[in-house]
């Protein structure tokens, strides 16, 4: 258990709305990620984290926006909900440690879009 | 750059029977590896990983891997499949380019295990 939160784990908003996620940790990891995960797609990056205030888009970030303002906590924020952004949601934190390098995934969140 | 190709997007095995979950990969850099088991409405739980040390890698529930430098693959093999083996896995890789800790998801295996 590394100790990975995420809230809400479900949420159910209208397009257009705006809409953020939390994935709060207790271990004090530097990198943080949060993904998307659609049928057939596996598990895509939306942006990571690699410190407070440091943050990096990924392969599908258009629409998203992310903030890290203390260690523990990283946000992700969709500015206004679209269709195509329904999904699961997983955060992640890469592991502790110069050898230990996988990555612990908190329960995600089913974001609905209608 | 670097990528992953899961080669079957469905399995379907007997239980008792073995398992062969195929990957192949691409990097520029040593890679380190990752399989990952995700049961339906579940998050994902690691099985296994190889990160430069032997090439033969034992994970959790009986699953190993082995990793092949000069065929670029990191199949993830069992023995003897359960019914509890039914789920997702999921093959990542991820560089070793300081500064550069980003992971890379195949799309993903569903393996079926008949009774």
């Known amino acids: ?114 | 750059a670097q990528s992953v190709t899961q080669l079957d997007s469905h399995v379907s095995v007997s239980e008792g029977t073995p398992v062969l979950l195929r990957c192949n990969y691409s990097s520029s850099y040593s890679p380190s590896l990752f399989w990952y088991v995700q049961h339906p409405n579940k998050g994902l739980q690691l099985l296994l990983k190889y990160t430069s040390a032997a090439t033969l890698v034992k994970g959790i529930n009986g699953f190993e891997a082995e990793f092949k430098k000069s065929e670029t693959s990191f199949h993830l093999t069992k023995p003897s499949a359960h019914m509890s083996d039914a789920a997702e896995y999921f093959c990542v890789v991820s560089g070793s380019v300081p500064g550069t800790y980003k992971y890379i998801f195949g799309t993903g295996t569903r393996l079926k295990v008949l009774a």
């Not at chain 1, 969709?78 to 890469?94: D, G, K, M, N, P």
Request: charged share 20%; hydrophobic share 20%; glycine share 10%.
């Open chain 1, 1 to 114: 258990d590394a100790g990975i939160t995420q809230s809400p784990r479900h949420k159910v908003t209208e397009t257009g709305t705006p809409v953020t996620l939390r994935c709060h940790q207790t271990e004090n990891h530097r990198y943080m990620y949060w993904y998307r995960q659609d049928p057939g797609h596996g598990l895509r990056l939306i942006h990571y984290s690699y410190g407070v205030k440091d943050t990096d888009k990924g392969e599908v970030s258009d629409g998203y926006s992310v903030s890290r303002s203390k260690t523990e906590d990283f946000l992700l924020t969709l500015e206004s909900a679209t269709s195509s952004q329904t999904s699961v949601y997983f955060c992640a934190i890469r592991g502790p440690g110069q050898g230990s390098y996988e990555q612990y995934f908190g329960p995600g969140t089913r974001l609905t879009v209608t």
